[in-house]
């Protein structure tokens, strides 16, 4: 299993931004992705971003779409998530997660991921 090291998170005022790391133990090849999912109190877990390591092709999901980019350093085996205008109910612990074998049908789904970061929490508050 790929280990995944999370950094970034913290206390910002609405309106203001943030970016997330998250560096992979192992160099990327093939079929691989990384994605980032948060989970705010109470609420299942939710995709955010995803990219294709190889193409740096990149999906948003709705409510981050022009204010999140993901992207990713091939050398440096790590992937971020600059979150611009940040809101109130983007608060959440932020997690990144990767796959070696991506399917496009299943790139937004949890389930997909077989690597876990252990989650860096991002608070949005006045």
């Known amino acids: 299993q790929v280990q995944l090291v999370e950094s970034g998170g913290g206390l910002v005022q609405p309106g203001g931004s943030l970016t997330l790391s998250c560096t992979a133990s192992?160099?990327?090849?093939?079929?691989?992705?990384m994605a980032w999912f948060r989970q705010a109190p109470d609420k299942e877990r939710a995709f955010v971003a995803a990219?294709?390591?190889?193409?740096?092709?990149?999906y948003y999901a709705d409510p981050v779409k022009g204010r999140f980019t993901i992207s990713r350093d091939n050398g440096a085996n790590t992937g971020y998530l600059q979150m611009n205008n940040l809101r109130p109910e983007d608060t959440a612990v932020y997690y990144c997660?990767?796959?070696?074998?991506?399917?496009?049908?299943?790139?937004?789904?949890?389930?997909?991921?077989?690597?876990w970061g252990p989650g860096t929490r991002v608070t949005v508050s006045s």
């Open positions: 997660a990767v796959t070696r074998t991506v399917i496009t049908s299943t790139i937004m789904s949890a389930a997909a991921y077989s690597s």
């Open positions: 192992e160099r990327a090849s093939g079929s691989y992705a």
């Open positions: 990219i294709r390591w190889s193409s740096q092709y990149t």
